[in-house]
């Protein structure tokens, strides 16, 4: 579904993404992890479209959106997370998610109606702001919310998107554990053919979650494999995992 | 659960809103002598209203806003001059056409920056039409500009003059209302929502895929169309056109009058435009140095303690009110 | 050269510190007046005046920026353009009340008026003395911005706050000094440029176009491409004012509009600086 071929990107002298190759298939379930400064988030920002590659393409269902500007993929289905909250801080949680649904359902331009009154909108922001138990918050703004609900708006806005790719990016940093339930429950609720790509440090629901995993080390592929395979491979352990898997 | 509310209700018309409208009439009445400077306070609040759509709701941070104030000023004023072009209305759509116009070119080029080079580059965008203003002399007047201009009467019905304070004032309450009602429409619309998304966090903006260029081109374009038609009002209203209206006093001083107001919040230009000009129009003859000074304090103070103005405070206020109500 | 001196100061306190600093004419007011009141009240001779404003005004502009300027570092740049036009309209009243709205003048020293022979031309003392102190200006700023311990960590500072509070360098008390340099820079652009802008209260409104476009023309925090950008705009004015007695002024917005839009950081601007 969304590819890369030989993805290079450097700042300067560092190379923070060396011939990525890359897939994530049609409804997989994948995670990438790797040690801090990997260059996990750059990875997403190339896929997005935010930052151009140095070298390398990104393809999307084997057409090259390599060139596209970030909107444009938008629209053709990827949509990201931010690793820190990326949110319209001023405005309420319903307004939040309404601009994103509204740039979906490409009204966002729209002039004339109130924006109070389109009800299509209203409704998907009301169905997604109760699907991660934000009812109680949708009038607040954000900058009156605890940073772990803040969190949920941040998914909440890239599911608005109804994409066919969503790239979270270390979804769950901030939540607090009796809640990060609420986000992999929603994650469950999209159709099977979504495409997830997940960045997470926290192993546990790296194992819970996906499917395949891939490990990046110094912005190339160190290994790629079903947990199981990178649960038992030693050198991974070594690099990256370590205590986490054994304790 | 609760369910959200406040979106949908938001746009609805509220009690309160009638009251400017009735106080400006009340004041047509009531102060039959300061009519002529009610005038200038109604061009003063379109002003800031055409302000606040790029400022408070886009937060694109400008310092040449005069030069679609002047742009329309001059429109007016050279129609008048030398074609003997002196029909009000007609007059005031053809500043929107031409303010617009440089609003949408510049703009074009203009917000492919920010910060400061925007900054800049708005200033010198009018800095340059000050410049050929003052080259232009045959056209334009030069540096004493267009004097004496007459324009024909409203609807071919009301006399309209420098003399003519009545329908001058009226007139002008009229075009702040229908431009009001267009700025309302769009402040609520998806786009206007999406205009404080791009204030708010334009990385997040591009994210959701919204075209955040062209909805910056457009606003700027709507907002300096809207500032045409102030600069129209004044050229009408006060009979004659000079550089002054392209200045960076100009541009600095309806920033000023909106940021004192509240800016992102519709009624701040009115509050900030009464306040400012009530308060210049008895301290700074009396005292123009106290005057400054005052002017300094307060922004340095606003600057510093609140930003969002004198409705901002209310609001405020307001809010927590509504807290311990809770 | 006295674009530049002035400009100088704001390209420090601007670009350095990433202020929109609006009331930068201001504080070359501030200086000009300083130094002309000192000499007419105290008879201190020019260079001591000169001396006497850069502190006096360095002085007062760390004060204001502990105050003032330091709570908005993070702030956004229409609070910073309010702040610093708040201070501009505050300085300009204080003078009026306290000086009186008239203009001053200023008294040259003997040694500076008048005509020097170069040899191949004759030309305005005053004028040469301030090419020459511009010039060891320029030299003696880039040196120190350039290749001293201070002007690396000032650099450091503006790159990456966090950073280089976590290295142990004292980020507020380094931009204070770099604040109070910029403004002392200022005053004494005001102080030697009396002589050819003028000196009275509305002096910060009327040239602060000029300042921003020659520190916009050169670059945020390059002290060479402000010297360069000083004399080309100060060159083509010249110039243009013979050849074109009115539209002089238009050419160079319109370039200043051209240039800015082709390279937002400015003619000598490296990319990354905003
Ligand atoms: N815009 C940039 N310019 C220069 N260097 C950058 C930039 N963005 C990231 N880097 C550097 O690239 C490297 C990879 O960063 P990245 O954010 O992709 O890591 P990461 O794997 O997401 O790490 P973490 O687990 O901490 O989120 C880091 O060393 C970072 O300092
Ligand atoms: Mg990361």
Partial sequence: MLETKGLCKNFGALEVAREVNFRLERGARHALIGPNGAGKTTFINLLTGVLPPSRGSVLLEGEDVTLLAQARRVKRGIARTFQINQLFRGLTVQENVCIAVSERLGVGGSMLRAAGRRADVLDEAARLIDMLKLGQDADRRIIELPYGRQRLVEIALALGLQPRVLLLDEPAAGIPSAESHILLDAIATLPKDIAVLIIEHDMDLVFRFAERITVLVSGAIFAEGTPAEIAANREVRSVYLGSALDG | ?326 | MVLFIVSVGLSVTMGLMGFVNLAHGGFAMLGGYAIVLSMKHWGLPFPAALAFGFFAVAAVSVVLERLLYAPLYRATELDQVLLTIGLVFTMIATLTLSVGPETQTVELPEWLRGQTDLGFIEYRTYSLALIVAGTALMIALWFGFERTRIGARIRAAVDNRRMAQSMGVDVGRLFTLTFALGSGLAAIGGGLGAEILGLDPQYPFRYLAYFLIVVAVGGLGRISGVFFAAILIGVLDFVLKIYFPKGGTLFIYALTLILLLARPHGLFGKKGTS
């Fill in chain 2, 1 to 326: 659960m609760i369910a959200a509310t406040e979106l949908a209700r938001r746009h609805r018309l509220r009690w309160w809103e009638a009251l400017p409208w009735i106080a400006s009439l009340a004041c047509f009445f009531a102060f039959p002598n300061y009519l002529a400077f009610g005038t200038q306070v109604l061009i003063t609040i379109l002003f800031a209203l055409s302000l606040d759509l790029v400022l408070g709701y886009a937060g694109i941070v400008t310092l040449g806003h005069a030069a679609f104030f002047g742009a329309g000023a001059y429109t007016v004023g050279m129609m008048a001059m030398h074609w003997g072009w002196n029909e009000p209305i007609s007059g005031l759509i053809a500043a929107a056409l031409v303010a617009g116009a440089i609003g949408l070119a510049s703009g074009l080029v203009l917000l492919r920056t920010h910060g400061l080079a925007l900054l800049m580059l708005t200033l010198c965008t009018m800095a340059l039409l000050e410049q050929a203003a003052n080259m232009g002399a045959a056209w334009t007047g030069g540096f004493d500009g267009m004097p004496g201009l007459s324009f024909s009467k409203i609807l071919g019905l009301f006399g309209f003059d420098v003399l003519y304070y009545r329908s001058q004032y009226l007139y002008a309450l009229a075009v702040l209302f229908a431009c009001f009602a267009i700025v309302r429409t769009l402040v609520y619309s998806s786009f206007g929502q999406s205009l404080t998304g791009i204030r708010e966090n334009l990385l997040r903006m591009h994210a959701v895929g919204a075209p955040v260029r062209v909805r910056q081109v457009l606003a700027y374009t709507v907002s300096a169309a809207l500032a045409g038609v102030a600069g129209a009002l004044f050229t009408q209203a006060n009979g004659y056109v000079n550089l002054a209206v392209l200045s960076l006093e100009r541009s600095a001083g309806v920033m000023i009058v909106l940021i004192l107001g509240g800016y992102g919040r519709l009624y701040g230009a009115f509050v900030g435009a009464i306040a400012y000009m009530l308060l210049e129009h008895v301290l700074a003859k009396a005292y123009p140095t106290a005057w400054q000074l005052g002017l300094g304090i307060t922004l340095i103070v606003v600057a510093l303690f609140a930003r969002n103005g004198v409705i901002g405070i209310f609001d405020s206020l307001r809010r927590r009110i509504e807290r311990s109500a809770r």
